[in-house]
């Protein structure tokens, strides 16, 4: 974005044809994509705005923050206010809720835990503009400040590696202390004739037409499929994590996760990741079979002033969420090493 092949999409007339045809490009296009197979100690932040101050503020509800432009974002903010605050960014087409497994590790370990449903995503506003990845920086931002966070450890998967990339390159890293891109899309997941071990544009165009065809059933497809791993021979697959995926893509707006494929896709993170002057921890399967290692981790390393990769051998690109147990003692250790 995984299993036994996924069974056929329902379908009328003459559009079954299109639908299976479509479905099975992109997913056989993806799983055919080539693969190859530092850090800082933690300043504790002075204690954050109490609830009642932030309460008091006019851009603050409950749960919400409400950006420049009206849109609501959606937010969790688990743990003591004045504890060392991790802030997760999920991916395309999910929700804060792909973070459960972190989430709640690190709130036994003492951290500050905060999520947010990126715009028209989960339980955000269903945005029909500023689906873009310069405007997702800004409602970072916008939460950030909000919320008067400092220190902040941003984690980011897939499409939310390249929001943290984006919103540290476009916002700099003052309120931030480390970063860590897992399975992330930086620095460009298009190929290019800069960029030749990127997809073909072709794979997120059939991306666009097999959402439009039918997006509940691609939704089910996904996670059914390459996203966990799921279609790998001997595979052990949780139909309960391909329903929670399916769960918190359908949550969101269809014309927002349309033009998300652009973002994550087309957006060129180089100069963002030369920008980053903090240890940024790069995560990566190497059986990553939507964000491939060879053109995102591999080079993202490259670009980062202060990076430490970290590559599982027979990963999938939904690593947090199969392999938690691995994935988070490797997180702890990154957060709590002197630099």
Known sequence: ????????????????SMKSVTRRFVLEGLASAPAIGGAVSIVMQPTPATAEEIRGT????????????????????WGPKNAQPILFHHGWPLSADDWDAQMMFFLAKGYRVLAHDRRGHGRSTQTFDGNEMDTYADDV??????????????????????????????HGTARAS?????????????????????LPLEVFDGFRETFLANRSQFFHDIPAGPFYGF???????????????WRQGMMGGAKAH?????????????????????PVLVMHGDDDQIVPIGASALESIKL????????????????????????????????????
């Not at 999409?9 to 003459?14: D, E, I, L």
């Not at 950030?144 to 476009?170: F, K, M, P």
């Open 58 to 77: 006019s851009q603050m509800t409950a749960q919400f923050v409400t950006t420049a432009d009206g849109t609501e974002i959606f937010y969790k903010d």
């Open 231 to 245: 279609n790998r021979p001997g595979a052990v697959v949780s139909q309960g994590i391909v329903d929670n995926w």
């Open 304 to 339: 980062l002033p202060k990076g430490t990769l970290k590559v599982y051998e027979g990963l999938p690109h939904g690593l947090a969420t199969t392999h938690p147990d691995i994935v988070n003692p490797d997180l702890l250790e990154f957060f709590v090493q002197p630099a």
């Open 141 to 170: 931002k916008a939460l950030v400040e909000a919320l008067d966070l400092q220190n902040v450890i941003h984690v980011g998967h897939s499409t939310g590696g390249g929001e943290v990339a984006r919103y540290l390159g476009r």
């Open 178 to 198: 480390k970063a860590v891109l897992l399975g992330a899309v930086p620095p460009l997941m298009v190929k290019t004739a800069a960029n030749p071990g990127g």
């Open 1 to 16: 974005m995984t299993s036994p092949q996924a069974p056929p999409a329902s379908a009328t007339g003459n559009n079954m």
């Open 258 to 278: 349309y033009d998300c494929i652009k973002a994550f896709s087309q957006t060129d993170f180089t100069e963002d990741l030369k920008k980053i002057d903090i």
